[in-house]
């Protein structure tokens, strides 16, 4: 069972273009996170989503970032005209349920902008 | 709100030595407590997890309990290795809020042969 996939898992940006990374959660996981981690520090949460919805998008900065997780195929997070602040690691996650489950991380893309 | 502080890093050992790494939090209601680690380029793996109070966590020798009085859970293991070199994450979750994780700022352990 393949687990968590990201990609790319480096991506490079000049400031003002879009930036999109990419999240395949575990087979049979309909629920993903996503997560940002600033140089030396611990992840922060963005948003969580299942199949078709945003459930919780409080993490989300209010400009520019967006995610969605489509019926079929991974879920995206989209930042547009990115500045240098953006560059940090983003990490998602996948469960099986919203109850209480273990969370499982993918490898993470880490973004840098020039 | 909630949050997790945990003890700032570096911490260096040398092999064969007893680790802890302190880690408090503050939550409204009844968290889970997790322990993460991360490798170099790596994404998180869980390595231990605790879902309410007195339940002690343990995996490939580290362990942890969940102190509901002090708001604790410190990692502890009897004697580390040089292959335990990495960063260490303390967090929580919580059923009624999506259990989305907050995280400590995390634990960098260097162990010396």
């Known amino acids: 069972n393949a687990g968590v996939m990201q990609n790319p898992r480096h991506l490079v940006r000049r400031r003002g273009q879009e930036a999109r990374l990419r999240c395949s959660p575990m087979?049979?996981?309909?629920?993903v996170y996503w997560y940002r981690q600033l140089p030396e520090e611990g992840l922060k949460f963005m948003v969580y989503?299942?199949?078709?919805?945003?459930?919780?998008e409080s993490g989300m900065p209010k400009e520019r970032f967006s995610a969605e997780f489509p019926k079929e195929g991974p879920s995206i997070l989209r930042i547009q005209q990115v500045v240098r602040g953006d560059s940090a690691a983003y990490f998602c996650?996948?469960?099986?349920?919203?109850?209480?489950?273990?969370?499982?991380f993918g490898p993470g893309t880490r973004l840098t902008v020039l | 709100g909630n949050s997790v502080t945990q003890m700032e890093g570096p911490v260096t050992l040398s092999e064969e030595a007893f680790l802890t790494i302190n880690c408090t939090y503050t939550?409204?209601?009844?968290?889970?407590l997790f322990w993460y680690v991360q490798y170099p380029g790596e994404g998180l793996q869980l390595l231990l997890k605790?879902?309410?109070?007195?339940d002690k966590g343990s995996n490939k020798g580290f362990e942890a309990t969940y102190r509901k009085e002090t708001t604790s859970f410190h990692l502890e293991k009897g004697s580390v290795q040089v292959s335990d070199s990495a960063v260490y994450f303390c967090?929580?979750?919580?059923?009624?809020?999506?259990?989305?994780?907050?995280f400590g700022s995390g634990t960098k352990l260097n162990v010396k042969p």
């Open positions: 996650a996948s469960s099986s349920s919203g109850g209480y489950n273990e969370q499982f």
């Open positions: 087979k049979g996981h309909s629920h």
């Open positions: 989503l299942q199949k078709e919805n945003i459930i919780d």
């Open positions: 939550a409204t209601g009844y968290p889970s």
């Open positions: 605790a879902t309410k109070a007195d």
């Open positions: 967090a929580l979750s919580r059923k009624d809020n999506f259990n989305k994780f907050y």
